[in-house]
């Protein structure tokens, strides 16, 4: 079975910065993309950002230049540098991972539980 745990969540002031973490753990054959996703609310998941198991990154336009996204594929894991942050930022924050968890298995998407972001002065 497989988990992802996310960490690095908390209260931060407006132009402050956090660094979310994610581990997948369990049967694990291979990872594929990686990424970030948040839900403020009231409001609906959206999509933060990627990362392909050779690096490429791609962001939602709302972050793009405040947030950096990486992982280490030795340990399973993918991060989030989150700086300049906004009180619009202020979200759950969801980490999801595309996982073939056997050779013989298709690739499935996972999803952790997600961490706590708030963004107040």
């Known amino acids: 079975q497989v988990q992802l745990v996310e960490s690095g969540g908390g209260l931060v002031q407006p132009g402050g910065s956090l660094r979310l973490s994610c581990a997948a753990s369990?049967?694990?054959?291979?990872?594929?993309?990686m990424g970030w996703y948040r839900q403020a609310p009231g409001k609906e998941r959206e999509w933060v950002a990627t990362?392909?198991?050779?690096?490429?990154?791609n962001y939602a336009p709302s972050v793009k230049g405040r947030f950096t996204i990486s992982r280490d594929n030795a340990e399973n894991m993918v991060y989030l540098q989150m700086n300049s942050l906004k009180p619009e930022d202020t979200a759950v924050y969801y980490c999801h991972a595309v996982i073939s968890p056997t050779p013989y298995r298709n690739a499935m998407i996972y999803w952790g539980k997600g961490t706590l972001v708030t963004v107040s002065s």
């Open positions: 369990g049967s694990i054959f291979s990872i594929k993309d």
């Open positions: 990362i392909t198991n050779s690096g490429t990154t």
